[in-house]
């Protein structure tokens, strides 16, 4: 299968990803933002009934370089998408 090429935009929309490839697909966008200096990114992962919400942000909690993460405001999606901070590289230092 042939790896999926993601804009890294600051925008990850979860609607065509497998639940099993969440881990790795989200530690490795965060580290794609966090090297091109974009420290805010918008994840969606959807209303629906919450389980995938849920496990986006277990993940987050877990994530070394997260900062914080919070539901976005309702003009980005309200509670079906995720703000997450991100603390700058440390080639930005």
Do not use: N
Not at 19 to 24: F, H, K, Q, S, V
Not at 28 to 57: F, N
């Amino acid at each position: 299968m042939e790896p999926i090429e993601i804009p890294i935009d600051g925008i990850l929309d979860l609607h065509t990803f497998q639940p099993r490839d969440l881990p790795d697909l989200l530690h490795d966008y965060l580290e794609a933002c966090q090297d091109a200096g974009i420290l805010s990114v918008r994840i969606i992962h959807g209303k629906g009934t919450g389980v995938l919400k849920k496990r986006v942000k277990s993940i987050l909690g877990k994530h070394k370089q997260v900062l914080s993460f919070q539901d976005a405001p309702p003009e980005a999606g309200g509670w079906g998408a995720t703000i997450v901070q991100l603390m700058p590289s440390e080639t930005d230092s």
